[in-house]
């Protein structure tokens, strides 16, 4: 049996009670009469994870989705004690979960805290009530201000709240004032995304269409200037590309993902990464209810010397649907591409220890041109994208994968 290093837990609410028109994740809408089942299901797959990894420590925990706000604030305190149960859990750990600011009542609020959730991320996105309606959000800008008190009045004091620019119609000026109504909550996080237009979304046929404009890739990248210029002058430390902290509250639940450190995620479509195997579960919420509850014990373990303790463990969960084998060569690019979004880089020395090579001497061309180009830099045995780099993040990192 594979035993488990400390760990971060990702635990997925598919349900939406609406569908915004940008998003593809893997979120539904009307499908409300699975909720009791899917709770069972999504108990069984953290109980059956426990067993099988031999309850690991875990070191953060996140719900996300979806809207975990949307079910019922009973069904997220018994989730979570099934998560107590089956892990250990850090004392002092962080504990996530998103939320719809239209959800939030004093009652729920008070089941959160007493559940063990000790960390909210809000979706706001903007504090422009047109944008509000143009994106598909059922709350309003009032009641974003409103909601974000509400946590405070309940006893949350670790706040994030998320934004996004770069919208069809949103203009620089109307930009500034969600930044600044933003700063005046003085929330503990910011993470702040340009809108993608992903295909398959309504947002990207009505582009394509012609029924809404096209977002402006250029105003946008004037916004996100203003926005660290912004975020510096209050105070935030600027620690990933999208996201903000005052010091010492970045997110540790994501940090785990950027740094490539082992983590589970349990429910529909949730991605886990253990030693070199990635692998995901199904997307359908009732296929994955039905494998999880017709399935005593999970699937049988593989009688087969050829193939690892870890991968005969995967297999015995019946949710996962996809495995990946991580070589050498694709964990050490994955490495650069999610370690250089932090300000702090990579650190040489460390990926020397992991991979017996610097990336100067994996990626010795690589890395020399896009130094020339004004786009990396190192620096007390750090490599770090430059403030040039950050805008054009992704140009760097799809470098590394050529």
């Known amino acids: 049996m594979f035993s488990a290093p400390p760990i971060a837990l990702y635990i997925h609410i598919p349900f939406c009670e609406t569908k915004c028109p940008y998003c593809d994740f893997n979120t539904y809408a009307r499908i409300e009469p699975l909720m009791p089942g899917y709770v069972a299901a999504l108990i069984r797959e953290i109980e059956l994870w426990g067993d099988l990894l031999e309850h690991p420590t875990v070191r953060t925990v996140f719900f996300g989705g979806g809207t975990p706000s949307y079910l019922p604030s009973e069904d997220i305190s018994q989730i979570m004690q099934t998560a107590n149960r089956s892990f250990k859990i850090e004392e002092g750990a962080e504990v996530t979960l998103e939320a719809n600011p239209g959800d939030f009542t004093p009652d729920k609020l008070t089941t959160y805290l007493e559940s063990g959730i000790n960390r909210l991320s809000i979706g706001v996105q903007t504090f422009d009530d047109h944008l509000l309606g143009l ?159 017709n399935a005593e014990g999970g699937k049988p373990g593989r009688d087969d010397a050829e193939v690892s303790d870890l991968k005969k463990t995967i297999d015995r969960v019946p949710s996962v649907d996809t495995t990946e084998h991580i070589d050498r060569s694709l964990a050490m690019a994955e490495t650069l591409m999610m370690g250089l979004r932090l300000d702090d880089g990579i650190s040489i020395p460390d990926f020397r220890a992991r991979f017996n090579q610097t990336p100067s001497e994996a990626y010795e061309s690589t890395i020399a041109d896009l130094t020339n180009l004004g786009l990396l830099k190192t620096s007390d045995d750090r490599l770090l994208l430059t403030p040039r780099g950050r805008i054009l993040g992704n140009e760097v990192f799809s470098r590394f994968f050529e």
């Open 135 to 293: 994106l598909g959000r059922r709350h309003s800008a009032q009641g974003a201000l409103d909601a974000y008190r509400m946590a405070q009045d309940a006893g949350f004091d670790n706040i994030s709240i998320d934004l996004m620019y770069g919208l069809p119609e949103q203009t620089l000026e109307g930009w500034e004032s969600t930044l600044e109504k933003m700063l005046e909550l003085r929330p503990t996080h910011i993470s702040m995304y340009c809108l993608t237009l992903e295909e398959g979304t309504p947002f990207e046929a009505w582009v394509r269409l012609g029924r809404m404009s096209d977002p402006d890739p250029d105003l946008a990248a004037d916004m996100y200037e203003m926005a660290q210029d912004a975020m510096s002058d209050a105070g935030y430390r600027h620690y990933e590309i999208s996201n903000w902290a005052r010091d010492g509250l970045e997110s540790r639940h994501n940090l785990i993902y950027w740094r490539t450190e082992p983590y589970i995620g349990v429910g529909p479509g949730a991605h886990s990464y253990l030693g070199d195997i990635r692998f995901a579960n199904l997307n359908q919420p009732r296929e994955y209810i039905s494998r999880l509850m």
